[in-house]
């Protein structure tokens, strides 16, 4: 696995193959092996280009005529349908019309420039260039100016558009929508008290409900228009394409904003191979997924992981450790405590999908339920909860109280482990019994608490189960944000566990995505790592500090 998953990311050669019956292959060499039934040798290829011919192809070895590593293939990795492979043809820029400073404007132009060695015109913005306009460079240079062009161009006219309805949309849904459910609700329970419409009140909702709605009808236009000038200005864009021809000679005409990155593998040196192993590696660690989750980074799955095993070992963590003094230190021997024991001990073998279905009936249903009944009732009555839905707060305590049983026991037994003679020493020496606890105790039995909190948090890091049904979703936004709260306990969540299960079992083309769960993988268990490491470097600075006083 971690070969699979440190490999992924490298530009493996691409081949031309030339089979027996004269037909072509272009893609890049997998694994071989045996074919169980014919006993021949046969080699899986993966030719991308999945809209045209299947992605993966199974070739035996020897119907292979010549295989060669042209220099001018290209590999792109696109925002949809994922890669493509073929040989880049001519590429298509359209200008646009632009005002210029003494009110005159310019209008659109397409042209048609090759790239052959007449090289290809990279213009800026308001530009009308002559069609034998040239700037030298290679294929791929010109290609990555083309790219950058159409990202610029995408920054300038598209994107204001896009911010606009976004604000536009988080002000309909944070503002407008909300305060006129409180509205209907407060005049709602008005009339249900026995005020007429009449009523001062009521008539004062009843003007606040119509500007709300009129409000609301004039941003959703404003909203519209918004929407189709993003779209046109779209169109133009998308018009800057970049023509490739498959090996079979088919043409595809590949707009230039889609083509998130490209590669020539049988011509890149080791240096610019470097270069773009490590950019995908930072997309990966950076970027939202894309394509279904198939392709793009995974950056919102592994703040969510980090921040859940935070805020699970923030509520777990002290209440195992007080629960474990207590029935360490305080707690009378009795069938009750032997009783109490015994079901903790029980509770570490429990199914954690039977916590799951715990936590969605007590915390979802019945705690959350209760604040929104409580702090929302407008809320309720619209069926919007806030509380009452699965979120990364009823996930967090779901696995601390599956992981509580650990912390409880090994702070028991490090309790235990301590000689009676300290704690005669310290009470001989006049401390109390809450000072013998906190000044000698603890801190000796710390490392032996430490370790229950390293299991019970590897433990967390990979659970499924549990959150699938408590808020883990396949996509969703980081849970923290910009604006206050800062931390929204109330949204939905990506993890990595369940990234990896979604991506490996429910993805449209899990063949495809292979390479991405050895690396979400590979990514999850360096998680665990850094955060178990973290704990046991602490847990050997306690054990070091606190081994003299022990003896």
Not at 192 to 207: I, M, N, S
Not at 217 to 239: G, I
Not at 322 to 335: I, K
Not at 479 to 491: A, G, K, M, Q
Request: hydrophobic share 45%; charged share 20%.
């Amino acid at each position: 696995m971690f070969a699979h998953g440190l490999v992924v990311f490298w530009p493996h050669p691409i081949y031309e193959i030339t089979l027996a019956d004269g037909s072509k292959l272009l893609g890049q060499r997998l694994e071989g092996e045996r074919d169980p039934l014919s006993g021949r040798r046969r080699i899986k290829f993966y030719c991308a280009n999945m809209e045209d011919m299947p992605p993966f192809r199974w070739i035996y070895a020897d119907e292979i005529v010549r295989q060669e590593q042209p220099p001018e293939v290209f590999k792109l990795d696109r925002a949809a349908n994922l890669h493509y492979i073929g040989y880049l043809k001519e590429i298509r820029l359209l200008t646009h019309e632009v005002a210029q400073a003494d009110g005159a404007a310019q209008r659109d132009s397409k042209v048609l420039v090759p790239t052959g060695k007449e090289g290809l015109a990279v213009y800026s913005r308001g530009t009308i260039p002559e069609a034998n306009q040239a700037s030298p460079g290679s294929k791929a240079e010109q290609l990555a100016q083309a790219i950058q062009w159409a990202k610029r161009w995408d920054a300038a006219e598209v994107e204001p558009w896009r911010q606009q309805e976004n604000q536009l949309a988080r002000q309909l849904n944070d503002q407008i929508k909300y305060a006129l459910i409180e509205a209907q609700y407060r005049r709602q329970q008005l009339l249900q008290a026995g005020r007429p419409e009449t009523d001062p009140a009521c008539q004062a909702l009843a003007e606040r409900i119509a500007q709300l709605t009129e409000e609301e009808n004039r941003l959703k236009a404003q909203a519209h228009q918004l929407s189709a000038r993003r779209a046109e200005q779209e169109t133009k864009l998308r018009q800057n394409v970049a023509l490739f021809v498959d090996v079979q000679g088919r043409e595809k005409h590949i707009p230039l904003v889609d083509i998130v990155r490209f590669s020539t593998p049988n011509a890149m040196t080791l240096w610019a191979k470097c270069r773009f192993y490590l950019a995908k590696w930072w997309e990966l660690l950076s970027d939202p997924p894309r394509e279904a989750n198939q392709d793009g980074g995974i950056f919102p799955a592994i703040l969510g992981t980090v921040l859940l095993v935070f805020l699970m070992a923030i509520m777990a963590f002290p209440l195992g450790v007080l629960a474990g003094v207590y029935l360490g230190e305080y707690a009378r021997d009795n069938w009750l405590v032997r009783s109490v024991r015994v079901a903790v001990n029980n509770l570490a073998g429990i199914p954690s999908i039977v916590y799951g279905i715990f936590g969605l009936g007590f915390f979802i249903y019945l705690c959350g339920g209760t604040l929104d009944i409580w702090f929302y009732p407008d809320r309720v009555e619209a069926r919007e909860p806030v509380f009452g839905q699965p979120c990364i707060l009823w996930a967090a305590l779901t696995l601390g109280l599956l992981t509580l049983p650990v912390v409880i026991v090994s702070t028991e037994e490090a309790l235990r482990q301590i000689p009676r003679e300290i704690r005669e020493g310290s009470y001989a020496l006049g401390a109390t019994k809450l000072q013998t606890l906190f000044r000698v105790l603890l801190p000796m039995a710390s490392p032996g608490v430490m370790t229950g909190f390293i299991l019970a948090m590897a433990r967390a890091v990979g659970e499924v189960a549990p959150l699938m049904i408590t808020g883990a979703v396949k996509s969703a936004p980081p849970p923290i944000s910009s604006e206050f709260p800062f931390l929204r306990l109330d949204r939905q969540f990506m993890h990595l566990g369940y990234h990896i299960l979604d991506i490996s079992c429910k993805s449209p083309n899990v063949e495809a995505t292979k390479g991405l769960v050895y690396v979400t993988t590979l990514l999850l268990l360096a998680i665990v790592l850094a955060l178990t490491s973290t704990a046991i470097w602490l847990r050997n600075r306690m054990r070091k500090r606190y081994y003299v006083r022990a003896i």
